[in-house]
T-cell receptor
């Protein structure tokens, strides 16, 4: 019973490097999303997807790209890492976009130096 | 726009003390309301939820009642344990669908 799986758990990047955070769910959920968690700011939505082939921006999308080629996978790409992107990143999925609980991955702690 | 405000932490309690974490929201219509818990080093887990006014969500001794008149969803537990030490997030999801909106989180520390 895997649920939502995120990789890697920890990552250190140099400024300007690019990387992809992986997220996969095995629950056939329509809705997937990426959040970043920063001290005192709760969770802020980066990007979300209501189904394969459909993505949209959240509150803080700048510097990040996403794609949803399959129902299961929703990778988050950092195009050119900046120290301001140091954060803990969480992927979440829900059966639908409305009135359903979200299941979260374990998180990726990213440090940009 | 829609928003969630919860009491600031950290909150420090002794074991067996009564817990209240306040949460109020601003939203149009009738959103669903959630409490999530994050234990150290882990992702968020759903603690309880309520989908309509006057619903009471409960789980693991925690309770919260959806109060439309006061736009609140306060989390309560009658007797906390050391194992309840975590960060608690109040959240809403609009009835018409869409993103989860989180409060800032409240860190709870329970001392033996």
């Amino acid at each position: 019973n895997a649920g939502v799986t995120q990789t890697p758990k920890f990552q250190v990047l140099k400024t300007g490097q690019s990387m992809t955070l992986q997220c996969a769910q095995d629950m056939n959920h329509e809705y997937m999303s990426w959040y970043r968690q920063d001290p005192g700011m709760g969770l802020r939505l980066i990007h979300y997807s209501v189904g394969a082939g459909i993505t949209d921006q959240g509150e803080v999308p700048n510097g990040y790209n996403v794609s949803r080629s399959t129902t299961e996978d929703f990778p988050l790409r950092l195009l050119s890492a900046a120290p301001s992107q140091t954060s803990v990143y969480f992927c979440a999925s829900s059966l639908r976009a409305s009135n359903t609980e979200a299941f979260f991955g374990q998180g990726t702690r990213l440090t940009v130096v | 726009g829609d928003s969630v405000t919860q009491m600031e932490g950290p909150v420090t309690l002794s074991e067996e003390a009564f817990l209240t974490i306040n949460c109020t929201y601003t939203a149009t219509g009738y959103p669903s309301l959630f409490w999530y818990v994050q234990y150290p080093g882990e992702g968020l887990q759903l603690l309880l939820k309520a989908t309509k006014a006057d619903d009471k969500g409960s789980n693991k001794g925690f309770e919260a009642t959806y109060r439309k008149e006061t736009t609140s969803f306060h989390l309560e537990k009658g007797s906390v344990q050391v194992s309840d030490s975590a960060v608690y997030f109040c959240a809403l999801r609009p009835n018409q669908g869409g993103k989860l909106i989180f409060g800032q989180g409240t860190e709870l520390s329970v001392k033996p």
